[in-house]
């Protein structure tokens, strides 16, 4: 468990966690970022904040389903980019999952305890688009569009050279990078 995580966990104890999630759920449908019906939301949690939120009411209420982080199978089932509001504790850790399942348009709230600019390393594709701290400071991001991904080095077999003498230049270039010291 990060520090921030062990932060929310400890805090959760001073405070109802059910209540300040259901302030931080009526804003955000007040501000515009949240929708109560028809939407589909998801609440990325680990073991022990789940021990704090099962049964709670505001989760009921808004339609809200739990994956834990470490629930790869039920990760899995969540289709790409059919989820729109996603609430967490932890977005590094959560990041993959989010880029995957997020809608463009759709928005990724983050609880903290501590500083949420060095809590959470926003992706390009992100945007802050609410803030609001009470006992816990609740970070909300638009995702703007989709991940642009690295593309990927291709590797070309030997076999997809159309001449031998091709063939040759590109062994002759595998030796030499070979023979080379370090």
Not at 125 to 152: C, F, H
Not at 158 to 168: D, I, N
Request: hydrophobic share 40%.
């Amino acid at each position: 468990m990060t520090h921030s995580e062990q932060s929310v966990v400890s805090s959760s104890h001073s405070v109802n966690l059910d209540q300040l999630i259901s302030v931080f759920f009526r804003d955000l449908i007040n501000k515009g970022l949240m929708k109560r019906e028809s939407q589909k939301s998801v609440f990325l949690i680990n073991n022990i904040v789940e021990e704090n939120l099962i049964g709670t009411q505001s989760l009921a209420d808004y339609n809200v389903d739990l994956i834990a982080l470490d629930d790869l199978e039920k990760q899995n089932s969540v289709l790409d980019g059919t989820v729109d509001f996603i609430f967490t504790f932890n977005f590094q850790e959560a990041l993959r999952f989010i880029d995957h399942t997020l809608k463009t348009d759709g928005v990724v709230t983050v609880l903290l305890n501590d500083n949420p600019s060095a809590a959470i390393n926003k992706p390009p594709n992100y945007k802050i688009t609410y803030m609001r701290g009470l006992d816990l400071i609740a970070v909300a991001l638009w995702k703007t569009s989709v991940a642009e991904t690295k593309p990927q080095k291709q590797i070309k077999l030997l076999s997809e050279y159309a001449s031998s003498e091709a063939k040759k230049a590109a062994l002759q270039k595998l030796k030499d990078v070979l023979l080379k010291p370090p």
